[in-house]
């Protein structure tokens, strides 16, 4: 069995690519080497931080 962690994460989320963008991803994998995951949490962040600073989320959808 797997070690136990601080801080697991249960939740599972997926999303489709194009061919383009996987290679995109690929090869910020390569460049930063940092896994799917980290990456993408990182671009939560940043989109996140971004939104919040452009006052975006007072507009209506």
């Known amino acids: 069995m797997g070690r136990m962690r601080e801080n697991p994460r249960y939740n599972v989320i997926s999303m489709r690519v194009s061919d383009e963008e996987r290679d995109h991803l690929e090869n910020l994998m390569k460049t930063t080497h940092k896994s799917v995951s980290d990456i ?16 975006l989320n007072s507009k209506a959808a």
């Open 40 to 55: 993408m949490r990182e671009a939560m962040g940043y989109f996140s931080a971004h939104y919040e600073q452009d006052g």
